[in-house]
T-cell receptor, first 113, second 112 residues
């Protein structure tokens, strides 16, 4: 069966360090992969989209990589700040699937002073 | 103004009651979605609609129904609520094949 795995354990890092979150998937051939941020009690907010033929995408302090051979995406936040503390969700979409996304369960990031 | 607005934000009801959650969007997105979020399970798709005349079941549609009253409005109904439908419900809207989704702030439903 299709499976999207994100580390369920919270990631704690120090301010200024780079946070790296992982999204692994099995039995899935996504055409697009998206990352969202979710704060407690709030709706997810879109951050980045990367296509299957793209290796890397950047936006300000954010970087996403997409390795279809390893079936893995890495999400990096450089120079992390306490305000980056949130849960980060990856979502996959098949080609021709409209934007019907399948979400991972998310990884909670805590950035400490 | 928020792109996607959900009402009510919080609702407590009893088993067997009919509940409607409403969603409206202001940006003209053609596609709208209802998701349910439970701790440890992530977001699960209940129903989605690509235009006013198009309604599709998602992964967990049993016990739910939807209505797309207009391009901007998409409501979710629980005809006879049961306690395991207690969850946080999100409406989302989007446009195009690869576009991102814009989520509402969520409707927290508790069924006693």
């Amino acid at each position: 069966s299709q499976k999207i795995e994100q580390n369920s354990e919270a990631l704690n890092i120090q301010e200024g360090k780079t946070a790296t979150l992982t999204c692994n998937y099995t039995n899935y051939s996504p055409a697009y992969l998206q990352w969202y941020r979710q704060d407690p009690g709030r709706g997810p907010v879109f951050l980045l989209l990367i296509r299957e033929n793209e290796k890397e995408k950047r936006k300000e302090r954010l970087k996403v990589t997409f390795d279809t051979t390893l079936k893995q995406s890495l999400f990096h936040i450089t120079a992390s700040q306490p305000a980056d503390s949130a849960t980060y969700l990856c979502a996959l979409q098949r080609a021709g699937g409209g934007n019907k996304l399948t979400f991972g369960t998310g990884t909670q990031l805590k950035v400490e002073l | 103004d928020a792109d996607v607005t959900q009402t009510p934000r919080n609702r407590i009801t009893k088993t067997g009651k009919r509940i409607m959650l409403e969603c409206s969007q202001t940006k003209g997105h053609d596609r709208m979605y209802w998701y349910r979020q439970d701790p440890g399970l992530g977001l699960q798709l209940i129903y989605y609609s690509f235009d006013v005349k198009d309604i599709n079941k998602g992964e967990i549609s049993d016990g739910y129904s939807v209505s797309r009253q207009a391009q901007a409005k998409f409501s979710l109904s629980l005809e006879s609520a049961i306690p395991n439908q207690t969850a946080l419900y999100f409406c989302a809207a989007g446009t195009g094949v690869t576009g991102e989704l814009f989520f509402g702030e969520g409707s927290r439903l508790t069924v006693l």
